[in-house]
């Protein structure tokens, strides 16, 4: 008998398994990148497509480490053709004017709002898929349901392009980050949230954590993360190599929510001592219009040593459950 898509025991082939996996409860693609324009300008930026069964859902945020500013736009629709959709052979996701395929091995990725402007990026990938746990099923719980698939790219190259009315279109390049996750979304009991890092590092290296966690604040013992060298094979993280302080904290005006708002991480088989730094205070999503999560999502700064020699960087990170708005089905990780 074939082995159901989303079940622990299914092997995993690419670039197959960058698309849909209807089997799958919950799945989604998650882009976040680091963008520089022609003048030395800063960016970041987040699209994220989410399908639960027939239902997408989709974020587009875009900080502006300048100017100060952060941006943030949200889509829902059922599945329908023309409207909202996942290919199950391979990467093509679309909500309205918001899509993602891939083309002979580059992926085009564009989205439009009216506070960001249009963002078209071409991102070819500078290393081959990671998968995250054992052979890429990424466990949140003990349960038979708290498991997801977990696949990154954890450096594309970007180029492209970000039209805004009445201005200049700026020309873009940097790196991006993707993620995809599916399952059954099952979270485990007294699960209160996540916080979830994605490093790329100044020496060619990427570094995944996330911590899970549990009422109290404490880490599940399913907290992990995956390390990836400049070359060769990736490897594990556990959790009791880790150590990850909140320094500062920022309050939402919004939410009321009071976030980390700095860290001091290190890794102790990596010889890794880091701060990371939000480069935009307020990168805080309030999705009532889709997800329903308030959520902190945004581009940090990363400087330390690593084996005792200076390194920087720059990150994405995610934190959920701060603000008091249910935890979703679905963890990321």
Known sequence: MALAASSPAAPLSFPRDHGAHADAAVEWWYYTGHLTDARGAAYGFQLTFFRVRDLHLAHFAWTDVAGGRFSYDEKTHLELPGIAGASPAGLDVFNEDWT???????????????DIGKLDLALTPAKPPVLHGSE????????????????????LAAAGTLARGGEAIRHLSGTVWFDHEWGPGGLPEGAAGWDWFALQLSDGSELMLYRMRLSGGRASPFSAGTFVPPSGPPRPIAWTDVSLTPVSTWTSPRSKAVYPAAWTLSVSSLGLEATLTPLVADQELVTEKSTGVTYWEGACRVEGKSGGRPIGGRAYVEMTGYAGRDVPGFTKP
């Open 100 to 114: 993602v395929r891939e083309e002979k091995g580059v992926v085009l990725l564009s989205a439009r709002s009216r």
């Open 136 to 155: 890429g099923i990424s466990r949140k719980g003990p349960g038979p349901n708290e498991y997801s698939h977990y696949v990154s790219i954890p450096r």
